[in-house]
């Protein structure tokens, strides 16, 4: 889906209105594939496009899901996405600049003055992915993944190893009270 920012003037008094199904599958597989492992299914896209002063701004919101990698095992977690965009496209900077002091998403459009809204719902959609997402097996609780000489702990485990390790042998005690007495 692209727009031309001189078409979209026909839009100032009425917004225009898209419901489109989109398919990113081989975009977001072609750009972002350190991230995601599967993007098959098609996002349900609603959008509002308004013309405003030489602007554009885009209300849209998008529905659907993505296969990502576990964080901690790399295994396919199943991620449903649900949210949704608010940006501005303008063509100088200093309508860019005006936009920044507001602290809105704005973006400056190429001499072409072309919106690729394609792209902008795929960078969206990659923005949702959370650092750290769990299969729901690992959520649960089920057994950390582990190998030769290392494995993965919980932070409970880990605290309960330093508390372990902070017990001193009872031959040793004596020394510690001498540390102790020479301390004062």
């Given at each position: 889906m692209k727009w031309v920012l001189r078409e979209l003037s026909d839009y100032k008094n009425k917004p225009l209105y898209v419901s489109e199904k989109m398919d990113l599958s081989q975009d977001i597989m072609e750009r972002y594939s350190k991230y995601v492992i599967s993007a098959n299914d098609k996002f349900s896209v609603?959008?509002?496009?308004?013309?405003?002063?030489?602007n554009a701004i885009?209300?849209?919101?998008?529905?659907?899901?993505?296969?990502?990698?576990?964080?901690?095992?790399?295994?396919?977690?199943?991620?449903?996405?649900?949210?949704?965009?608010?940006?501005?496209?303008?063509?100088?900077k200093a309508q860019l600049k005006k936009y920044e002091e507001e602290d809105e998403a704005a973006f400056l459009l190429d001499d072409d003055g072309v919106i690729d809204f394609d792209k902008s719902v795929a960078d969206n959609i990659i923005l949702q992915i959370p650092m750290?997402?769990?299969?729901?097996?690992?959520?649960?609780?089920?057994?950390?993944?582990?190998?030769?000489d290392w494995e993965v702990i919980s932070e409970e485990e880990y605290d309960n190893q330093k508390t372990d390790n902070k017990k001193v042998d009872p031959r040793l005690a004596k020394l510690k009270d001498l540390l102790n007495d020479s301390d004062k």
């Open positions: 609603d959008a509002y496009v308004f013309y405003d002063n030489g885009v209300n849209a919101h998008v529905r659907g899901n993505i296969v990502v990698p576990s964080s901690r095992s790399l295994t396919p977690v199943d991620l449903p996405l649900d949210f949704k965009i608010d940006e501005v496209y303008v063509d100088t750290h997402i769990l299969s729901p097996d690992e959520k649960n609780g089920s057994e950390m993944p582990k190998g030769n």
